[in-house]
């Protein structure tokens, strides 16, 4: 496969960053086709909402399959290998919409999240590989709004073209982004070169995970900060609506306003931690910070200020996601370039899985407290967090990721 042999490293970050956001794109589709598969389809929420869950079961399932792959034969082939999955994904769905088995369709739609996870620890991995240290963390941070810019699109271009009653016209545009995002991937992305590899003291290859608790513990400290971040996003619009008595129309700026904000609030905390040296301080602040700004949120709501609600929403929802970047760049450099893509998996699968369980058992919650008393428990997660965060790591054969090899792989 051809690609250009000179690396670029913030071309790379842009195709890798847009091919995230293409299958984000892909993978948010179904779940913005709800409205029509049950107002004129005729299924019910229940139903329309598993078909819409079907891409995030693809990508759960395979989130570390991808990663190691990765590890084995290189970050271009795994993932232009991916995207050409979500692509015959896109296809099938397709196919499938014409068809009157919503079975099949959902098996498709699932097919688009396998391809789409590869994506993941791919473009993670270009990022750490072709950045030094001293500027990770911004174009982490940069790369990691892909997935927000990703699923805004899909809420702009969906409804409009569902609105004909049809569920393919979305799937071919969404469809059609990805296959550019491919060639895209397959022109310019390149290997990034790894170090030779690491050994343990006996002589066998070494693992991060052995003996060494800390990215286990930075998985944890993710999945229990993505409950905030789920909480507010899955419910803030109803809240607004239904128990601040908002119209509409505001809760969803305010909503949208949240969203656009906590892309900058990422890239943001990754420019602090290069300046820091440290991913790990600034995410046990972030961790921190979460705390009283959910219970002001509880409290502007209870007292029914709008004003307070707002500013208080907006301020924890940015918070909330800022830590992404930080703990994925961290996972990335502790486990090492040969370990890295199966370690992003285990860190991504670790927060999909924290994110199934937020919206039935916060929904459970809101029915027997109210929001306002459901707000206030979430602070819980990061208060928890916080004593888990482990210390920054000293540098080790396993840790960090050269850009200097002793070994270059980049022609693969």
Same mark, same amino acid.
């Given at each position: 496969m051809f690609a250009l042999r000179t690396p670029r490293p913030w071309l790379m970050l842009v195709v890798g960053g847009g091919s995230q956001a293409a299958t984000a794109l892909l993978i948010s589709t179904p779940a913005y086709l709800i409205p029509l598969l049950h107002t004129e389809r005729g299924l019910s929420l229940a139903e329309a909402g598993l078909i819409a869950t079907a891409p995030n079961v693809g990508v759960l399932l395979t989130l570390i399959l991808w990663g190691a792959a990765t590890d084995r034969w290189g970050e271009r082939i795994i993932l232009v290998t991916g995207l050409v999955v979500a692509i015959v994904g896109a296809l099938a769905s397709i196919a499938a919409a014409g068809s009157d088995s919503y079975v099949l369709l959902a098996l498709a739609f699932a !097919?688009?999240?396998?391809?789409?996870?590869?994506?993941?620890?791919?473009?993670? *991995?270009?990022?750490?590989?072709? #950045?030094?240290?001293? $500027? *990770?963390? !911004? &174009?982490?941070? !940069? *790369?990691?709004?892909?997935?927000?810019?990703?699923? %805004?699109?899909?809420?702009?271009?969906?409804?409009?073209? &569902?609105?004909? /009653?049809?569920?393919?016209?979305? !799937?071919?545009?969404? /469809?059609?982004?990805?296959? #550019?995002?491919?060639? %895209?991937?397959?022109? #310019?992305?390149?290997?990034?070169? $790894?170090?030779? $590899?690491p050994v343990d003291a006996e002589g066998r290859p070494a693992n991060p995970y052995r003996g060494d608790g800390t990215l286990a513990r930075i998985h944890l400290v993710s999945a229990l900060l993505v409950v905030p971040q789920y909480a507010l996003a899955t419910f803030g619009l109803v809240w607004l609506i239904a128990d601040q008595q908002w119209d509409p129309v505001a809760a969803g700026i305010v909503v949208a306003l949240a969203q656009l904000l906590g892309a900058g609030g990422r890239v943001a905390v990754g420019v602090l931690s290069d300046r820091l040296g440290s991913r790990l301080r600034p995410l046990r602040w972030v961790a921190l910070a979460g705390i009283p700004l959910l219970l002001l949120t509880a409290v502007a709501?209870?007292?029914?200020?709008?004003?307070?609600?707002?500013? #208080?929403?907006?301020? &924890?929802?940015?918070?909330s996601v800022a830590d992404n970047g930080l703990a994925f760049t961290a996972v990335a450099e502790i486990a090492g370039a040969h370990w890295s893509g199966r370690a992003l998996g285990a860190q991504n699968t670790g927060q999909y899985l924290a994110a199934a369980i937020v919206a039935p058992t916060v929904g459970a919650l809101i029915a027997v407290t109210g929001y306002s008393a459901a707000i206030a428990l979430l602070a819980l997660a990061p208060a928890v967090a916080i004593p888990l965060v482990p210390?920054?790591?000293?540098?080790?054969?396993?840790?960090?990721?050269?850009?200097t090899p002793e070994t270059p792989e980049s022609g693969k």
């Open positions: !097919l688009c999240g396998i391809g789409g996870a590869a994506t993941s620890a791919t473009s993670g *991995r270009v990022v750490i590989g072709w #950045f030094p240290p001293e $500027r *990770r963390g !911004l &174009a982490m941070g !940069l *790369r990691q709004t892909s997935l927000p810019l990703g699923m %805004a699109a899909g809420a702009l271009i969906v409804p409009a073209l &569902a609105a004909g /009653g049809e569920i393919a016209p979305s !799937l071919i545009v969404a /469809g059609a982004v990805v296959a #550019f995002a491919t060639i %895209a991937s397959a022109l #310019f992305i390149v290997n990034p070169p $790894r170090p030779s $590899r709501g209870e007292l029914h200020w709008a004003a307070a609600v707002a500013v #208080f929403y907006v301020l &924890a929802s940015c918070v210390k920054e790591p000293g540098q080790s054969p396993i840790s960090g990721v050269s850009t």
